[in-house]
């Protein structure tokens, strides 16, 4: 399972976290990437003028920075206000479960991590943000997978064979959650449920990602039932 260095260099992780945002979102203004980061708008200001120095990013006529060379624009909507509305519920979870819960969107068939709020605890999950994961194996990616007409997961997957894939979505049709015991990463088990707008399309899904040693299949309901809470939340939220 992996964390965060222990000796990690902060002006470092808060420019790669500004260089995710930019390839997730397209556009940033200084003072939503000092909200993001939890900084100054000044210090914000100079990790964004570094990465327009360095091709990350440039800087357009109403002085918002987009992707740069070096990044290519996530095939996804905007993510910016999924995660002003998400990030309330993602705490209250969080705090009802003590885990660390993540926000992913669907893009082609990848699960991409677009928001992590840890837990408290000191073995933990750690930030995701950033990360791409196959969505056939991700709890999120196979809940929002199970929520799309059989014809576009087919698109989604043009060169595999789909009896199995099929089967697994089925189940996690039937149940409304995915679970991913340590599929993508050794030593982390998570479980997922889509959020899903007024027309049963999944615009995204939430996660709870805990150390496999402290997934307790007892504990499942209990863990489904504060998902099923915060999912329908957001979805309600976003109207």
């Known amino acids: 399972m992996r964390n965060k260095p222990p000796y990690s260099i902060a002006s470092v992780d808060h420019a790669l976290q500004?260089?995710?945002l930019l390839q997730q979102e397209g556009v940033l203004r200084v003072t939503d990437a000092a909200e993001r980061l939890?900084?100054?708008v000044s210090t914000a200001h100079r990790l964004l003028t570094m990465l327009v120095y360095r091709d990350f990013a440039v800087q357009d006529e109403d002085r918002r920075y987009r992707p740069?060379?070096?990044l290519r624009p996530a095939e996804t909507a905007p993510v910016a206000p999924l995660h002003r509305v998400a990030l309330p519920h993602m705490e209250r979870l969080r705090e009802a479960t003590g885990e660390t819960i993540n926000l992913t969107v669907l893009v082609g068939a990848e699960a991409r991590i677009v928001a992590t709020v840890e837990s408290?605890?000191?073995l933990r999950v750690g930030d995701r943000v950033g990360r791409t994961?196959?969505?056939?194996?991700s709890s999120g990616g196979r809940a929002m997978l199970a929520a799309l007409p059989p014809r576009e997961v087919a698109a989604r997957y043009p060169q595999a064979d789909l009896d199995r894939l099929?089967?697994?979505l089925a189940v996690v049709r039937r149940r409304g959650y995915a679970v991913n015991d340590q599929q993508t990463e050794a030593g982390l088990t998570a479980i997922g449920r889509a959020v899903v707008d007024a027309n049963g399309v999944p615009v995204a899904a939430l996660a709870i990602a805990m150390p496999a040693i402290r997934f307790d299949r007892s504990a499942l309901a209990d863990w489904v039932t504060a998902l099923s809470i915060a999912t329908k939340g957001i979805a309600d939220d976003l109207g």
């Open 18 to 20: 500004l260089a995710a």
């Open 38 to 40: 939890g900084v100054s």
């Open 68 to 70: 740069g060379a070096v």
């Open 120 to 122: 408290a605890r000191v």
């Open 133 to 137: 994961l196959p969505a056939e194996d």
């Open 166 to 168: 099929r089967r697994d």
